[in-house]
């Protein structure tokens, strides 16, 4: 590998996907705020994720299904009169 290119900071962070609760940890160089005890007692840096393999639909074989109409309806019903002229 070429020297002097790659970052020096590398260290455990844990990721955890939030939409299912599912953690792992890997090396990443990412700066955040947050820390979680993980399951060896040690603190490690947390990163928040919407989205992983355990949840994506890809991964899962699982389709969530979304409520489009649903969100349609709620939209229309709360900007229903607003922008109409009296």
Do not use: C
Request: charged share 30%; aromatic share 14%; net charge positive.
């Amino acid at each position: 590998m070429k020297k002097g290119i790659h970052p020096k900071e590398y260290r455990f962070v844990v990721f955890k996907d939030m939409s299912n609760d599912v953690a792992f940890l890997g090396k990443s160089t990412v700066n955040t705020k947050d820390t979680i005890v993980w399951e060896d007692g040690n603190e490690y840096p947390l990163v928040k994720l919407e989205i992983s393999s355990a949840s994506h639909p890809f991964f899962t074989g699982k389709m969530k299904f979304v409520d489009t109409a649903g969100r349609v309806d709620k939209f229309m019903r709360k900007y229903k009169g607003y922008g109409s002229q009296k």
